[in-house]
């Protein structure tokens, strides 16, 4: 079984997509067994594989290398569909920009529409050399 961890930026993205709907929930911090540091490049990301075992807790470290915007996702194909419009209002309000995130306007912006926060626990959205952690429980074996 295959789902996705997407890098989602403004132009290109990987998506390896499933079937799976079910792909787990945010995970316990006390309940991690594995930690993994991603590295995001422009084009491609480090590792680029990574198995999962069923019900294993991952904490991603994740470093934004390269010199976009980039967005660490771990979704199902849907998932990414619908959240696209979500990442495209955020480019039309010009808060997600090629280089960087104006957190101060997405504030702003999050008071009148909560869904401008972009705050999800599955994803973490990072300017050029930011980091940032995800801690995910898997519910199914699966590589990524
Ligand atoms: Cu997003």
Known sequence: MRFVIILILLFPSFALAGPMKVIGEKGKPSEVTRTITIKMH?????????????????????????????????????MHIKHKPEMMMLVENEIL?????????????????????HTHSNSVLLSPG?????VWKFSNKTKI
């Open 42 to 78: 422009d084009n491609y990301y480090e590792p680029a594989e990574i198995n999962v075992k069923k019900d294993e807790t991952i904490k991603f470290i994740v470093l934004n290398v390269g010199e976009l915007v980039h967005e660490f996702n771990i979704a199902t194909k849907e």
């Open 97 to 117: 920009l090629l280089d960087r995130v104006d957190k101060e306007k997405m504030k702003q912006m999050a008071k009148k529409n909560p869904s401008m926060g």
């Open 130 to 134: 930011e980091n940032g952690e995800l």
